[in-house]
T-cell receptor, first 110, second 114 residues
Framework: SQQGEEDPQALSIQEGENATMNCSYKTSINNLQWYRQNSGRGLVHLILIRSNEREKHSGRLRVTLDTSKKSSSLLITASRAADTASYFCVDETSGSRLTFGEGTQLTVNP | NAGVTQTPKFQVLKTGQSMTLQCAQDMNHEYMSWYRQDPGMGLRLIHYSVGAGITDQGEVPNGYNVSRSTTEDFPLRLLSAAPSQTSVYFC?????????????FGNGTRLTVT
């Protein structure tokens, strides 16, 4: 199974600032996915970046992938209090055994 | 579509009791899975299924059984609950097993075993 490792474990910023979270993985991948989990809820898929892509945007989200360093980053621009959540990365190799790390807990202070 | 529906939302069991956590999806997804989430340990895969009649073990399968008799349903059974099974359980599904299929999660079942 594969497990992304997120860094930092916790991040606290002010509303309007940018938030950057990092993810490292160990093996070659087909894609890397980012998920968000609001308190008390299930995970929600945010964005998927394929192994042959280097950068992808979705609204205020920007994801980069560096396969040579086996790392990815998630940037949330102009953060809002509603962005307060845990963020997880998952690297996919086989498709059937996606495993999640502990995530990054982001707190956006109003 | 309702997406992935989990019932119940909360459950308290005594040690040794059995119960079934229900999971249903109405998206005709091929792949379904169960995770447990514990503080400081992320989400751990319990069992998964790549289609009706096919199941396999994940990271932490002991103490849990699953079956997949229909595409829509993937119940998780605890045969003899233990305090170590106190956790939040999530069911997730995706269109297909192969690559580039994001997971859709239910909102979880919070289980306490006393």
């Amino acid at each position: 199974s594969q497990q992304g490792e997120e860094d930092p474990q916790a991040l606290s910023i002010q509303e309007g600032e940018n938030a950057t979270m990092n993810c490292s993985y160990k093996t070659s991948i087909n894609n890397l996915q980012w998920y968000r989990q609001n308190s008390g809820r299930g995970l929600v898929h945010l964005i998927l970046i394929r192994s042959n892509e280097r950068e992808k945007h979705s609204g205020r989200l920007r994801v980069t992938l560096d396969t040579s360093k086996k790392s990815s980053s998630l940037l949330i621009t102009a953060s809002r209090a509603a962005d307060t959540a845990s963020y997880f990365c998952v690297d996919e190799t086989s498709g059937s055994r996606l495993t999640f790390g502990e995530g990054t807990q982001l707190t956006v202070n109003p | 579509n309702a997406g992935v529906t989990q019932t119940p939302k909360f459950q308290v069991l005594k040690t040794g009791q059995s119960m079934t956590l229900q999971c249903a999806q109405d998206m005709n997804h091929e792949y379904m899975s169960w995770y447990r989430q514990d503080p400081g340990m992320g989400l751990r895969l319990i069992h998964y299924s790549v289609g009706a009649g096919i199941t396999d073990q994940g990271e932490v399968p002991n103490g849990y059984n699953v079956s997949r008799s229909t595409t829509e349903d993937f119940p998780l059974r605890l045969l003899s609950a233990a305090p170590s099974q106190t956790s939040v359980y999530f069911c997730a599904s995706s269109v297909r097993v192969r690559y580039n299929s994001p997971l859709h999660f239910g909102n979880g079942t919070r289980l306490t075993v006393t």
